[in-house]
C-alpha cells in the first residue's frame, strides 16, 4: 500500500498522526513476521518504511504552515 502524497496533502494533522501510529503498528507486525518467519514478501518492510517517512514529511510540512500562519 504505496501511500500518494497528494493524499496525505489533503489531510490534517491529527489524521496524519493516526495514519504513522497505524503505520508503526505494522511495521512492527511485519518485523514479528520477518523474525518468526511467516513474512512472504519482505519488500513490505520496506514500503511500510517508506510510507512511514512519508507521512512524518508530509507532518511537518503541516506544522510548519500552521505556524507560518500564526506569524
Same mark, same amino acid.
Given at each position: 500500500?504505496?501511500?500518494?502524497?497528494?493524499?496525505?496533502?489533503?489531510?490534517?494533522?491529527?489524521?496524519?498522526?493516526?495514519?504513522?501510529?497505524?503505520?508503526?503498528?505494522?511495521?512492527?507486525?511485519?518485523?514479528?513476521?520477518?523474525?518468526?518467519?511467516?513474512?512472504?514478501?519482505?519488500?513490505?518492510?520496506?514500503?511500510?518504511? =517508506?510510507?512511514?517517512? =512519508?507521512?512524518?514529511?508530509?507532518?511537518?510540512?503541516?506544522?510548519?504552515?500552521?505556524?507560518?500562519?500564526? =506569524?
Amino acid at each position: 500500500m504505496a501511500l500518494d502524497v497528494k493524499e496525505l496533502q489533503q489531510l490534517g494533522a491529527d489524521e496524519l498522526m493516526d495514519r504513522e501510529r497505524q503505520l508503526v503498528q505494522e511495521l512492527f507486525n511485519l518485523r514479528f513476521q520477518f523474525g518468526s518467519g511467516r513474512l512472504e514478501n519482505p519488500m513490505q518492510i520496506r514500503k511500510t518504511k =517508506r510510507d512511514i517517512a =512519508r507521512v512524518k514529511t508530509v507532518l511537518q510540512q503541516v506544522k510548519s504552515r500552521a505556524e507560518e500562519t500564526k =506569524r
